[in-house]
């Protein structure tokens, strides 16, 4: 049975709060994109709509009105991104492959845009970086949106033929494959929230949406398992870190409970107990989630596979009554939700957005008075490791199956000195602060073998937009410029020698070079 119980806070670890950590022997180091945020080419080599390019031209949908036609036009400057992988040290490339560019509309498999993904693994094998693919970072052909997309049972299926697509192209040299990103902002930011494409205000169409997500994944590990028994098989998702505002108050514990339940667990039991869990179904009761599950579809969801993909952020206190004074969220605005302020700020109209949350009326996120990041999200390192140490003991440990933090970064309002460079200290911090936090939770005894920063470069990020900063290289937007910023020198110096320097170690200390 899924329970959920209040985890308490971390106080810093003396062993690992400030010294120099050496990573186990072979961690992978490695960065992380997405197809849609970097490619641009949007119209090129028979790409057709996904669901971003139809939403993007929503009026107020993304600040700014902008979209991503050109994004970073990593389309056509791949050789030269790859290169500078290298240059930082990176034992891997994460990235997404599109959906909307393989198979236009959902139906037939577009060569051009399966050709460049050839090109894109074998640049990358030349230049000895693992290529690390997930299947769907959010790209879903319009055309299957057009027929009810997520809520429609159709498109898991649909999904599972497109990955055994990629699957015959790519499968004699990549290894490792993921099946889905994130599906809690697929399903419920862009079915239950608006936030996201397809922009779907539905607490029904959420839950119907998360179900064929986790369908689709389970078909095609299935699918996949059956083409290459030896291939690294695994999901992504994005987590939060829900702790009442008062532990001793049963209202404020069942608030985090509620977050807890439609966020983690909502996809984590399915994944690994084969059931959703009860207190989750009682609470959505009234929106059909499980008008949507067959028979025998657990066992699908199921489906062993060898490794999950932890995407960190920030975590959030949750009560059943209101902060009284301070923002309205605390910030513990889930990953992905809009900066409403931040879009005013831009000079974009507001669209009218719900919760993401299908059964969380009543639940209030309260500051902590944690330093925030750009997008108003908490700092809180201290939470991955309660996240990674719970996820072992709970759900990936019983199993073995591994883990890697596939995404963790920060956006921060970058600033541009005179010769072009970019001192991102701040960026710097967080990630040295996450990179310690792994490593105690790796003492505790997760199995954690890899991290992967988000993101290697400045991109589109979502509603949002140009106008927040993720990259540990920065791009000029107008010349497609690259330039690495401080915190990239400094992760390349961390992945070459594996080892987080002591924080008092000058940052121009030599970087080292990756085996």
């Given at each position: 049975m899924s329970l959920f119980v209040p985890s308490t806070p971390l106080a810093p670890n003396p062993a690992t709060a400030t010294g120099r950590v050496e990573m186990p022997h072979g961690f992978l180091w490695g960065a992380a994109t997405a197809s849609f945020q970097i490619e641009g080419a949007g119209q090129t080599d028979g790409r057709k709509d996904s669901v971003w390019d139809a939403f993007a031209r929503v009026p107020g949908a993304v600040v700014n009105g902008d979209d991503g036609l050109v994004a970073c036009d990593h389309y056509h400057r791949y050789?030269?991104?790859?290169?500078?992988m290298r240059e930082l040290n990176l034992g891997a490339y994460r990235f997404s492959s599109s959906w909307a560019r393989v198979r236009p509309d959902g139906g037939a498999v577009n060569p051009q845009g399966l050709a460049f993904y050839d090109?894109?693994?074998?640049?990358?094998?030349?230049?000895?970086?693992?290529?690390w693919i997930t299947?769907?970072?959010?790209?879903?052909?319009?055309?299957l949106e057009e027929k009810g997309g997520w809520t429609n049972r159709d498109t898991a299926f649909r999904f599972a033929e497109y990955a055994v697509t990629m699957h015959e192209?790519?499968?004699?040299?990549?290894?490792?494959?993921?099946?889905?990103?994130?599906?809690?902002?697929?399903?419920?930011l862009g079915y239950t929230a608006g936030v996201h494409a397809p922009g779907r205000q539905s607490r029904p169409d959420g839950l119907a949406a998360a179900h064929h997500l986790l369908l689709g994944h389970g078909l095609a590990v299935q699918a996949l398992r059956e083409r290459a028994p030896q291939a690294n098989l695994g999901i992504t998702l994005n987590f939060t870190v829900a702790?009442?505002?008062?532990?001793?108050?049963?209202?404020?514990?069942?608030?985090?409970?509620?977050i807890d339940g439609q966020f983690n667990r909502v996809f984590l039991d399915p994944l690994f107990r084969g059931a959703y869990p009860q207190d989750l179904l009682d609470d959505v009761a009234p929106y059909g989630l499980l008008d949507h599950v067959r028979d025998g579809d657990l066992e699908i969801v199921s489906t062993p596979i060898d490794t999950l993909g932890v995407n960190y952020y920030n975590g959030g206190a949750f009560s059943a009554r209101p902060q009284e004074s301070g923002s309205a969220d605390g910030g513990t605005r889930p990953e992905g939700v809009r900066d409403e302020d931040a879009g005013a700020q831009d000079g974009a109209p507001v669209r009218e957005t719900s919760s993401p949350y299908p059964a969380?009326?009543?639940?209030?996120?309260?500051?902590?008075?944690?330093?925030?990041?750009?997008?108003?999200?908490?700092?809180q390192p201290e939470g991955l490791t309660r996240l990674l140490t719970r996820l072992q003991e709970e759900y990936t440990g019983p199993l073995g199956v591994s883990m890697y933090v596939t995404e963790n970064g920060a956006a921060y309002p970058d600033v541009v000195g005179p010769d072009g460079s970019v001192d991102d200290q701040d960026r710097l911090d967080f990630l040295d602060?996450?990179?310690?936090?792994?490593?105690?939770?790796?003492?505790?005894?997760?199995?954690v073998r890899g991290y992967f920063a988000w993101s290697l470069m400045d991109n589109f990020e979502w509603a949002l937009g140009y106008t927040k900063r993720f990259g540990i290289v920065r791009v000029d937007y107008a010349t497609q410029e690259r330039t690495v910023k401080a915190s990239g020198r400094w992760y390349a110096r961390v992945a070459g020698t594996n080892v987080v320097p002591a924080r008092d170690e000058p940052d121009d200390a030599p970087a080292g070079a990756r085996p």
């Amino acid at each position: 049975m899924s329970l959920f119980v209040p985890s308490t806070p971390l106080a810093p670890n003396p062993a690992t709060a400030t010294g120099r950590v050496e990573m186990p022997h072979g961690f992978l180091w490695g960065a992380a994109t997405a197809s849609f945020q970097i490619e641009g080419a949007g119209q090129t080599d028979g790409r057709k709509d996904s669901v971003w390019d139809a939403f993007a031209r929503v009026p107020g949908a993304v600040v700014n009105g902008d979209d991503g036609l050109v994004a970073c036009d990593h389309y056509h400057r791949y050789r030269e991104d790859v290169a500078l992988m290298r240059e930082l040290n990176l034992g891997a490339y994460r990235f997404s492959s599109s959906w909307a560019r393989v198979r236009p509309d959902g139906g037939a498999v577009n060569p051009q845009g399966l050709a460049f993904y050839d090109r894109l693994v074998d640049e990358l094998l030349d230049a000895q970086i693992l290529p690390w693919i997930t299947l769907y970072h959010w790209d879903l052909p319009q055309a299957l949106e057009e027929k009810g997309g997520w809520t429609n049972r159709d498109t898991a299926f649909r999904f599972a033929e497109y990955a055994v697509t990629m699957h015959e192209a790519l499968g004699d040299r990549v290894g490792v494959w993921t099946t889905l990103n994130e599906p809690w902002c697929s399903a419920f930011l862009g079915y239950t929230a608006g936030v996201h494409a397809p922009g779907r205000q539905s607490r029904p169409d959420g839950l119907a949406a998360a179900h064929h997500l986790l369908l689709g994944h389970g078909l095609a590990v299935q699918a996949l398992r059956e083409r290459a028994p030896q291939a690294n098989l695994g999901i992504t998702l994005n987590f939060t870190v829900a702790d009442p505002v008062d532990p001793a108050d049963p209202a404020d514990v069942d608030a985090a409970r509620r977050i807890d339940g439609q966020f983690n667990r909502v996809f984590l039991d399915p994944l690994f107990r084969g059931a959703y869990p009860q207190d989750l179904l009682d609470d959505v009761a009234p929106y059909g989630l499980l008008d949507h599950v067959r028979d025998g579809d657990l066992e699908i969801v199921s489906t062993p596979i060898d490794t999950l993909g932890v995407n960190y952020y920030n975590g959030g206190a949750f009560s059943a009554r209101p902060q009284e004074s301070g923002s309205a969220d605390g910030g513990t605005r889930p990953e992905g939700v809009r900066d409403e302020d931040a879009g005013a700020q831009d000079g974009a109209p507001v669209r009218e957005t719900s919760s993401p949350y299908p059964a969380a009326d009543g639940v209030h996120g309260h500051s902590r008075g944690l330093p925030l990041t750009d997008m108003g999200w908490e700092v809180q390192p201290e939470g991955l490791t309660r996240l990674l140490t719970r996820l072992q003991e709970e759900y990936t440990g019983p199993l073995g199956v591994s883990m890697y933090v596939t995404e963790n970064g920060a956006a921060y309002p970058d600033v541009v000195g005179p010769d072009g460079s970019v001192d991102d200290q701040d960026r710097l911090d967080f990630l040295d602060a996450h990179l310690r936090a792994t490593k105690d939770a790796i003492d505790a005894g997760a199995d954690v073998r890899g991290y992967f920063a988000w993101s290697l470069m400045d991109n589109f990020e979502w509603a949002l937009g140009y106008t927040k900063r993720f990259g540990i290289v920065r791009v000029d937007y107008a010349t497609q410029e690259r330039t690495v910023k401080a915190s990239g020198r400094w992760y390349a110096r961390v992945a070459g020698t594996n080892v987080v320097p002591a924080r008092d170690e000058p940052d121009d200390a030599p970087a080292g070079a990756r085996p």
